[in-house]
């Protein structure tokens, strides 16, 4: 690697090069530069935090306060355990604060997840069937906060990869109108691309307030945004229907 001098008094570009190697690919020598030069990957490593996927979930609790002490979070997807890790202080899961109430983190994910204090994790594909029973059953109760941070492998077709990741958005939301609380909040990943209209008319239909939003951590040559949906009246509705009929 090499840093790669400027002119003019004497200043440098302190932007880390990475050289080509033998058997690396150019995309994957791209990608270890932007990490290399990345001011959140760098926080995310002072912090002790597991990826700069931290700083997301952060900067949206920051503006819009779903973590909150006493809260019950089911983080899904969520390796490396960077959403857990800003959840766990937040809710006041070891109970560090004696004089809040004590809230709960719950996540899952495909991959085995190294243990994160305050945090109880499950390795498991929730796409399988009884998946979700599994979950709630593990919850034992409703959740506050549903997170949905899953994501497809890519197949570097971006209209394939959208309609996968918004087929797992929408299975997470499945999840979410069983375990949320009323006034609950959902968060999720998706990727811009059109197909995710049917779900954000549903979105609409059963939170008071949606908002899609891209915290200033994401990069900007990314697709992906945040949906932030809070409020949940999915139970009220419920009973309006029923006593309806």
Known sequence: MTEKPTSGRGSRDLRVRVKTAKGRKLSSTLWLERQLNDPYVARAKREGYRGRAAFKIMELDDKYGFFKP??????????????????????????????????????????????????ELHQLDFLADGADDLVKGWLGG?????????????????????????????????????????G??????????????????????????????????????????????MGFRGRDRAAEESAAD
């Not at 019950?72 to 109430?101: S, T, Y």
């Open 70 to 119: 006493g809260a019950r979070v089911v983080d899904l997807g969520c390796a490396p355990g960077g959403w857990c890790q800003v959840a766990v202080p937040r809710v006041n899961a070891l109970g560090a604060n004696a004089k809040k109430p004590v809230g709960r983190v719950l996540g899952v994910d495909l991959q085995e997840v190294e243990p994160i204090p305050g945090a």
């Open 184 to 229: 609950g909040t959902f968060v999720a990943k998706v990727l811009a691309g059109g197909a995710e209209n049917a779900m954000q008319q549903m979105l609409k239909q059963n939170f008071t307030k949606v908002a899609n939003v891209k915290p200033p951590s994401s990069r900007a040559d990314s697709s992906e945004k945040f949906v932030v949906a």
């Open 142 to 182: 409703r959740a506050d906060v549903v997170l949905s941070d899953m994501a497809a492998a890519s197949s570097g077709h971006k209209p394939t990869d959208h309609l996968r990741i918004v087929a797992l958005v929408e299975a997470a939301l499945d999840f979410a109108f069983d375990v949320l609380e009323d």
